[in-house]
Each structure stands twice: as C-alpha cells, then as structure tokens.
C-alpha cells in the first residue's frame, strides 16, 4: 500500500472519492436537519467498560485513573433520549482496537441516531429511505431491492448472517427432507444439497473446473424452459423421488445447479465468493435487514455468557422468561442492515426499564463490575423513559460498497497500514 498523502495531488480517483465524500456528508446533514433533527455532539473520552468491542485507554494526569476512547455513542445518546431530546443524531468519531480486515478501520465515522416512542419498522423504513436517497445521489438510475429475514433462518439457508444477495445461493440440509426420499447408492449415507441459481443460461462449463478444483465430483444441473426439464450430469446415482421433491417444494427455478457434498462449509463459502464474482451485477444494491439478534452466545474459552451484539437491546417480550432458564433463547428487537454481503451497521429497540437491564448486565457480570461500571446508566433509567431506539450506520462502508471498493482504507488520505500503522507519521511509536 502507497502514502495516499504524498500521491493526493496525482490521484485522480482518491479526489474523487474526497469529493463525494463531502458532498455525503452535507447531503446526510442537510436530510436530517429537514426531518428535525439536532445535531449533538457526545465525548469521545468516556468511561471504560468490558463489553462490546477492544477500547483504546487514555491515561488521566491522576495516577492509575484511565478514559477509553469511545467505540460508540451508545450510551449517551440513550441518556439524551431520557433528557427528553427528540430525534438526536450525530456524524460520531469511533475508535475500536480491532483487527484490520479490508472493511475495517481502528477509527471510522458513524451516523447515530436515536429517537423516542418508535418501533422497529419506523427505524428501518426511516433507514431505508436515507439509503434510497444516498444511492440516488451517485446513481441516477440503479437497480435496488429492500428484504428482510430473521437471524435463525440468515444461518439456516445462507450458512451466513451477512449473505451477498446477488447471486442466488441456498444451502439445504437434506438430513431432515431429502433423506426421505433419496439415497447415494455409492456412498449409501446422506449429504447436504446446495441449490445454485444460474444467471446466465445453461453455460455449465463454466462450473465444471471450479467444482472439480474444489473435489466436488457429484453434481446435476436442471434446466427448466416452460413445460420441459432437461437433466445434465446426472450420473445414475439418485432416485427419482428427488425430483419430485425439488418441484413439490418449488425448489426448481428455470436455471439450477445441484451439488451434493459431505458437510463442509468452506466448500460452501468458497462457492459462495466465486459464483459472486463470476456473476456481479454492477449497479445493483441488495439490501437485507437481519433480524432479532440472539441477545446471548456463550464464550467456550471463557466459560460464560457474553453479549451476541450488545447488552442495550430489548427482549422480545415472549422470551422474558427465558431469561432466568436459558438466556440462548432469548431474541433481541435488533436488526443489522446489510448491503451486497457487507455490514453497513445496525440498531435496536432499547431497554427503558431499569430493573431488567440490571438484570441483562448481571447474566455476564458479577453484581460488583456491574454497580462499578454501568451504576450512573442504570440510575438514569429510573427516571421512566420513553421507548425508544436508533441506530449506527458506518459511513466508510456505505461508501466502499457503492463506490465498488476492495478496502475501506482507500477512502481516507492518512490510511493506515494492515498492521494499524500510520504511513505519514510513523506512529504508533515510544515516547522518548
């Protein structure tokens, strides 16, 4: 990677890049001024807790007291809610301590917004109309589709809670339904189905080194044009209830690919990353909402539950008993909004009672850390807030996506490195 700032002045694409940059940013501000409302800025150093993303520490001028640069706004946008500030939002400087993967930077931009007595389809219908009208400004005439799933069926079908919808690639589990109906004579045990839709035409060959590379050897194509099916690569080894299986559960579309393999998931998401490739539809956006988030996963390496997204979410109000018996049950009214496979950011509903969120603090906290941490938030919520929630939008990634970048990090002139060094300053460094 080459110092941006020394080939500002000759680089044609990343002037581009600063220029639409701006004019986002006062489009954004300008849309939400005409929707009411008010810009607040929130600190960035703030107090440290252990939940959610690594935090940079800042030492205070007294000995052994620290800050933490803040990852979000999270918090005190909540608290302005209780304030009774309608409709906050803010363009928030975040600083996470996170590896440095191509869609991520230690420090990035976030829209927040937060806003009284909604619900979770006035945020997303909100969102989706920012986003139309962002994608407009680049793209005068585009292709675009809205869709939403559920967490729990995202995992199901995509093996994946941010799926790329433009290349149509479903994984079924066979163990459950085709076992009924079909059997390898070979092997005579019973693998997993992927259903592959093919955008252009009956061209197999173009799969067929690929599958091989990938040791996938049994495979069959259907090609179905108006009152015909045509089978390719069949292979005598399956039985003919299959198909009637396929058609029943309408899983047959006019151009399918069948592969049965052992289960492997990284066949899966190797499949997944060429097909995308190989078939890109430019200016096309995919959006999906993925919805209600597990509020909890547990940690294998530390013996204990932790946070799926963060501990702020509200339960779904038929999972509050799980609460105190299995809190892996318990959904959040979270939702992550993704575009062409990439994370974009994300929201929820938030907790307003202060007796329950104590209590969601408490299933990955010792009463101590909790009363030390998170005491001055809780006390706030005695004060009977209004419903609320909102969300954070990771402006870079909005515009790495639209722009068709590989790394966010070509969007900011003093980019760091893969390792988080800074090309112009040398920095980190010691401090002599």
């Not at 509020?295 to 530390?302: A, D, G, H, S, T």
């Not at 702020?312 to 809190?327: K, T």
């Not at 639209?402 to 980190?428: A, E, T, Y």
């Amino acid at each position: 990677m080459f110092n941006l700032l020394i080939s500002y002045n000759n680089n044609f694409f990343l002037n581009k890049y600063l220029f639409l940059k701006n004019h986002l940013l006062n489009f954004i501000n300008d849309f939400l001024n005409f929707e009411n409302f008010i810009y607040i800025e929130t600190p960035i150093l703030s107090k440290y807790s252990s939940e959610g993303s690594k935090v940079y520490i800042v030492p205070f001028r007294s000995k052994n007291l620290f800050f933490s640069l803040a990852q979000s706004p999270q918090i005190y946008k909540q608290i302005l809610i209780i304030k009774q500030v309608c409709k906050y939002y803010q363009i928030a400087k975040c600083f996470r301590d996170e590896d440095f993967r191509s869609d991520r930077n230690n420090e990035f931009m976030q829209l927040d917004l937060e806003a009284p007595f909604i619900f979770n389809l006035d945020i997303i219908f909100f969102l989706e109309k920012i986003f139309f009208y962002i994608i407009y400004f680049f793209f005068i005439f585009f292709n675009y589709k809205f869709s939403s799933i559920f967490y729990k069926n995202s995992l199901k079908i995509f093996n994946n809670d941010k799926p790329d919808l433009r290349f149509k690639l479903n994984l079924f589990y066979s163990n459950y339904f085709l076992s009924l109906f079909f059997f390898f004579k070979k092997f005579k045990i019973f693998f997993n189905l992927i259903n592959l839709y093919i955008f252009f035409g009956n061209n197999f060959k173009n799969y067929f080194f690929f599958l091989e590379k990938q040791k996938i050897f049994y495979y069959f194509f259907i090609f179905k044009k108006n009152f015909y099916i045509k089978i390719f690569n069949i292979k005598n080894f399956i039985n003919i209830f299959l198909f009637e299986f396929l058609i029943l559960n309408k899983i047959i579309s006019y151009y399918n690919l069948f592969i049965f393999h052992y289960f492997k998931l990284i066949i899966y998401n190797n499949l997944n990353l060429y097909f995308i490739k190989k078939n890109i539809i430019n200016n096309s956006f995919f959006f999906l909402w993925i919805l209600n988030f597990p509020l909890f996963k547990y940690n294998n390496y530390l013996k204990k539950y932790v946070y799926s997204t963060n501990p702020f979410s509200c339960i779904i109000e038929f999972d509050l008993l799980y609460l105190d018996l299995n809190p892996l049950k318990c959904l959040s009214k979270s939702y992550d909004i993704v575009i062409n496979g990439i994370e974009i950011g994300g929201g929820s509903i938030r907790n307003e009672k202060n007796f329950l969120q104590k209590k969601i603090f408490l299933i990955t906290n010792n009463i101590y850390n909790v009363n030390y941490n998170f005491s001055f938030f809780i006390n706030f919520l005695k004060k009977s807030p209004p419903d609320h929630g909102g969300a954070g939008i990771g402006l870079d990634r909005i515009l790495m996506v639209i722009l068709g970048l590989n790394n966010i990090k070509n969007l900011s002139i003093f980019n760091k490195s893969n390792s988080g060094n800074c090309f112009f300053s040398k920095s980190p460094n010691l401090i002599l």
